[in-house]
Structure formats: C-alpha cells, structure tokens
C-alpha cells in the first residue's frame, strides 16, 4: 500500500462533460451556478464548457456566454476544450480561460474516424498545425493525452505497442517544437479497463517514462471507475479526471448505456478515508453534486451523496457520546 | 498481480436482500420467476429468503412460498437466512432448502442492539444455543461470519482488535462444539470499507488464520463495493456475496441512501475481464438483472446490465471484420 500517493488532483469536469450530452434544456444560468457552486470546493481545476459546433452538440451552443457568467475563484485554474483552432480561437475570446495545449492522440483509428473524421495520419498532422498555432498564441503545450487508450466499441482491444507508439509519436512531436510536456493522459473514453488493465497500461508507460506524470480519465459505463481509479492509486498516479455526480458521457460513443466518468465525490470520499489528501471539502462537493442532479432533474449515479460521507457520521457518533 | 485468484465462488443474495427491502408489491410469483432466472445463469449459490418476522419485514412473509415455488437446479445450493430457532425450524420445514448453521457475531453493540435487541453477551450466549438446535438437528455449522466488520453508521470506527477477538470467540465456540467451520465471512454491512481497509482487516485475519477461507459481503452505500471487492481479490478472496443488479440495502440501517451489495454482474464482468473464472454465464445473469430491474419497477444500480458486456462487443467487432 505503500505506493498510494499522499496527495493527487482532481480536474472536475462535470460541467463539460455533463451538459454536452445531458438532454436537457438546461440554461446558461445554471450551467453558471455550477460552476460557481464548484468554485468553492476546494478544487483546483475544474473545465467549464467544449467549443465545438453547436449542430454536433446543441448542449455547449451557450459555450462562450457561460465562460462570460461564471465568477472565476482565486487558485482555480479554469479550462476548456477544443479540437481545433477554431475552438481555441473561441475559448481565447472569452478571454477569462487559463489556456494550455493538449497532445491529442486517439488510439482508436476507427473512433477516430466516426468523431473527427480522421485518420491516424491526418490527426499527427492536425497535431503539428495545432502545435504551430499554440506557439503562435504563446500558449504552452503541455499535455500528451490518448483517448480510447483502453479499448475501443468500434476496434476492440488496444495493444499496448499501440499505446507506447502514440506516446513516442507525441513525445517526439514535443522535441520537434520544444514542448514542455508535464503530464501523459491516458483517458478510458469508452470504459473497457479493468484494474488489472490499468496496472499493465500504467505500468509499461511508467517503465518507458519514468519521470513524466500519469493522469487518468476514466468512464464508469461498467462500473469499474472508482476500482480503476484505485487501481491507480496503486499504482502512484497522482491526477484524475472526474465529474461531480457522475455527470457526463460521450456524446460520440454511440453507446446505449455511456456513462459518465468516475463520480468527483465519490473519489474523493476514497481518497480522503484511504489517508490521501485531495484538498476539496467533501461536504461542499456534495452539495454541489446535488445541485448538478437537480439540474439535470433526474438521478445521477454518484453515489456519497446519497449514502452520506463517514466523516459527518463521525462527527454525529463523537457529539452523541459527549 | 500474481495474488489474484483464478477462480472466484459468488454467493447470489439478490432474491433475498432485494426482496426484503423493496416497497413492492412484488407477488411470489416474480420472486420464484427471479430465482429461477438465476438458476440457469451458472450460479452456484442463491439465497433465496429470509425466515424473519412479517412484521419486521413485510417483504419476506411469503418466504415459505417462495421456496416451495423455485424449482432447484442440479449444482445450485439454495440457501436461506434466519436469526433465531424459530426462522430455522421454518427453513427446515420447506424441505427444500441446503441448510447449514453460521455462527454470527457483530462488530457493533449497538448495531446489534437495534437490528436483533441484543447486546454483544446475549448474542453469543445466542450462538451457543444455536449451536445446539443445528446439533439437535444433524446441521453442520459451517461459517463465522462477522458484521459491521468494517464500520458502524451508529458507533463509527470497528478497531482491528475487536474483530479478531469476535472471530477468537468463534472460533472457540467451533472447538467446544467440534465444529468444521469453513469459511470465515466478514460483512461490511454499512459500507464502511475502502480498499485499504479491506486490506488491512483481511490481512491480519489471513495473517492469523491461514488455513481458512475468507468470504467478503460488500455493500456499496458509498460507491466501493467493486473498488472492494478488488481489493479482496487483490488479497487472494475467492468468495464474494453479491446481488443481481446490486439489489437490496439493509432494513435495519436506518439509512437515507443505503445500497444494496456490490452488484454480481458487475463484479462477474470484472472478474472475466481480468481473467478469474466465475463458472457464471454473464450475458444469463445480464437477462436476470433487468427482470429484476422490471420486478422492482426502477432502476437498479448494476451498470454492465446497461452498458453491455465487451465479450458481446468483441463478437460484434470480429463478425464484422469478416
């Protein structure tokens, strides 16, 4: 147990990842209130919206009026996604982003394919022009993220030669302009991991780049989010991407049954009763959590803050025993 | 890795968890209809009722009906759960039931207090008594099983300590009466657990008593049942209780958000995928879930049920590469 890390960072991406899919409608005001009501929790990154087309995804048509709504907290880091320049384009307007570029890989070519319409070849490509617009806009690139790097609905299985090649091709993309890549992201888009798959993925990428952080960014369409996430832990990843409730899905991934990523509240409930310190409050993230089940105005599936944490009975068991 | 077992036994306890908590009405009918569901599905073990008060619990007034109804499969133990003579002598009356005796203790007074009106004294002056009905009736006493091994709602914390002198107390009560105990059953019953209090706990009872088997029966309140049941893996468990669909919660918690087991598909699902033999056919068990879902007439928390199994995805993927 000993290779649990002390500490790790959640980047919330509830609002991004819940209202892009959620049907809805759900107004700017209270897409704003989330983010504010997350604001206070303690996070220190939480992404608020995609700019993508709003005939793709009708849901984030408000993007740029919500990034203009929300109160931008001291110590928070505020992102959002893109996947090209006209999206980034968009999130520079706004003015109030903290922009990084993203390395984006997708080890998945026919998934690939059905959400980008690109192939392997033309999305290297795409990532050098994007690198050259980052330079241009003086925005650091610093992260070399593989999407499907689990498994894929459409191909199945990913080899792991496959995964250690598209770090290398994004790694030497890094050299090539001087990147100061801090961070590998190994997202589990359509939740085909299992622990044991984690272990072997994050294992083999530890192995071959030892000193390059892991984060990971994981779905819950079969359960196994907070088990991935664990199995992580173990593994001494340190960064995870999460949403509150449980909010979210991939509105690309075709899937009858998508879930949302690993539940915000829920991992920090872990991490906080396993010793390892998150830096949110548990209580306000509830809060927050239940706020995002009232807006969305059906069940999520995070589950703490319907079982209530441990540490509130705690406090209840001590003040009854006084 | 190399702890992980090859094979796992999963103890199916939906019929039984499910039905004493569900509002209903649920005629005998559906509940002999998901038993003999389960049946076909590979599963070795079903707990089909529970012989207690229909005061206490409406839901099971029907348990010798129930059981008069199933229809028992060649290879599957149908099994039963009372608290005193009297549910036992019920048990013994349908005739149809594989009956063995457990030894139960709970780590919690209070708990103990408010579930069954006794205090940690009277319930194992309570095991010796039943010691001797299972005697008088030729039942062999087979299990220790230990609840609120991991935590209280009412008392908070279990020490380490208290456990391995409940499971002491057992254990000599297994001497005194020459019994074969084979398995010692530690029950998380309010989902305090995380998994590395799982490790903890079953690393000092293993540490301590080798030889005998551990089972674990997880709830997952807090959403870490599957993170748990890893974790028990991960230390060689090779006994789960579980429930389709994640069915059920526990009467006696006095507990706004209580869930019911980790649920069997999903911890089915995980087993296969990282390549531990459950004997279960998970697309059967799949079927059963969602008639318990219809049974129930809401959504259960199961998630593979919905997502889909990758077994089926990979068929798919392969036929079409054809």
């Known amino acids: 147990m000993s290779d649990l890390p002390k500490k790790v960072r959640i980047n919330e991406e509830g609002p991004r990842e819940g209202f892009q899919i959620e049907k ?28 993508v087309p709003a005939k793709n995804v009708p849901g984030m048509a408000d993007a740029d009026e919500v990034v ?43 998934f690939l394919q059905r959400n980008q319409n690109r192939g392997f070849k033309e999305n290297i490509e795409a990532q050098h022009r994007m690198v050259a617009v980052y330079q241009e806009h003086q ?18 299985d990913v080899p792991l030669a496959r995964i250690l090649e598209m770090l290398r091709e994004m790694l030497d993309i890094g050299e090539q302009y001087g ?13 085909w991991a299992t622990p044991v798959s984690i272990k072997r993925v994050v294992g083999a990428v530890r192995d071959k780049y030892p000193d390059l952080p892991i984060s990971l960014h994981l779905h819950d369409t079969r359960g196994m989010g907070i088990a991935n996430a664990y199995a992580g832990l173990e593994m001494g990843v340190g960064i995870y991407d999460a949403t509150v409730g449980g909010l979210g899905g991939c509105p690309f991934a075709a899937h009858r049954g998508a879930a949302g990523n690993v539940c915000t509240e829920d991992l920090v409930f872990m991490c ?28 999520l ?6 079982g209530g944490s441990l540490a509130k009975l705690r406090q209840k068991i001590a003040a009854a025993a006084v």
């Not at 925005?139 to 199945?156: D, K, S, W, Y």
Request: charged share 20%; net charge negative; aromatic share 4%.
């Open 24 to 51: 809805g409608p759900i107004s700017t005001g209270q897409k704003i209130a989330l983010i504010d009501s997350l604001s206070k929790t303690g996070l220190k990154q939480i992404q608020t919206v995609s700019f």
């Open 68 to 110: 203009r709504g929300f109160t931008r907290a001291p110590g928070v880091a505020y992102t959002g996604l893109w996947l090209n320049e006209k999206g980034l384009q968009r999130a520079i307007a706004t003015g109030k982003l903290d922009i990084k570029g993203t390395l984006l890989l997708c080890a998945s070519e026919n």
């Open 139 to 156: 925005i650091p690139v610093i992260r070399a993220g593989l999407a499907a790097a689990f498994g894929c609905n459409f191909e199945g």
């Open 179 to 191: 990147l100061k890549l801090e961070v590998i992201s190994l997202a589990d888009t359509m939740a």
């Open 272 to 299: 906080h009763e396993m010793g390892i310190e998150t830096g949110v409050d548990l209580e306000a993230l509830m809060e927050s959590a239940l706020m995002a089940q009232e807006i969305v105005g059906h069940e």
């Open 301 to 306: 599936p995070g589950t703490v803050m319907k």
